[in-house]
Every structure is written in C-alpha cells, then in structure tokens.
Nanobody, 123 residues
C-alpha cells in the first residue's frame, strides 16, 4: 500500500517562506508524477506544481511561478515545495500527489493523495 505523508505547513506572515515536504512509503519501484495541489476554502482543488520523470518536465501554476520551487529525490520518493514571498492568496490546504506508481510487486497505481497540510498566510 502506497501512502503519502506531508509536513511543513503552518502560519506565516505575508512575504515569508515555508517548505513543504512529502514522503511516499511502500514498496515503490518508481513514481512518474509527484506534485502539489492546494484547495482554498470555498474553491476547487488546483494544481500548484508537478515534476514528471518520464519526460523530465515540470509545471507551475501561473500564480506561483517565480515564488515556488518544486524538487524531488527519486531515491527517497520525496517531493518538496519551497514557497517564498507568500501571499494571503496562498492560504489553503496543500496536498501531495503521486501518479503512475509502480511497486516492486508489479502492481501499478494511478493516483495517490496525502492527507493535506494547512498553510495560512496572514497579512
């Protein structure tokens, strides 16, 4: 069973920084996509940033470009999100996501989610 556990959320003032971390556990052989989504109160969940191994690409939402940086350690199955110059609009619950996961058993899973970590940016 693949599980994702996030850490690093909290309360920060506007202009500050936070670093989110996510670790995937289980008998994982590979993960193609690892990324972060967020959901603000009353809004739909949106993609923030993702790294794709199969074509070595990354993607950032326009609203976070230049402020957030995503990084992965494939040997440890971890993904981090460095968030700088935080704005009140970044307040949300942030979810780690892993897609196209292959386990050593041969099992393949498409979509896994962490439990979420709350980020609150105060003005």
């Amino acid at each position: 069973q693949v599980q994702l556990v996030e850490s690093g959320g909290g309360l920060v003032q506007a202009g500050g920084s936070l670093r989110l971390s996510c670790a995937a556990s289980g008998t994982i052989f590979s993960i193609d996509r690892m990324g972060w989504y967020r959901q603000a109160p009353g809004k739909q969940r949106e993609l923030v940033a993702v790294l794709i191994s199969s074509d070595n690409t990354n993607y950032y939402a326009d609203s976070v470009k230049g402020r957030f940086t995503i990084s992965r350690d494939n040997t440890k199955n971890t993904v981090n999100l460095q968030m700088n110059s935080l704005e009140t609009e970044d307040t949300a619950v942030y979810y780690c996501n892993a897609q196209r996961v292959r386990e050593y058993s041969g099992r393949r899973g498409y979509d896994y989610w962490g439990q979420g970590t709350k980020v609150t940016v105060s003005s």
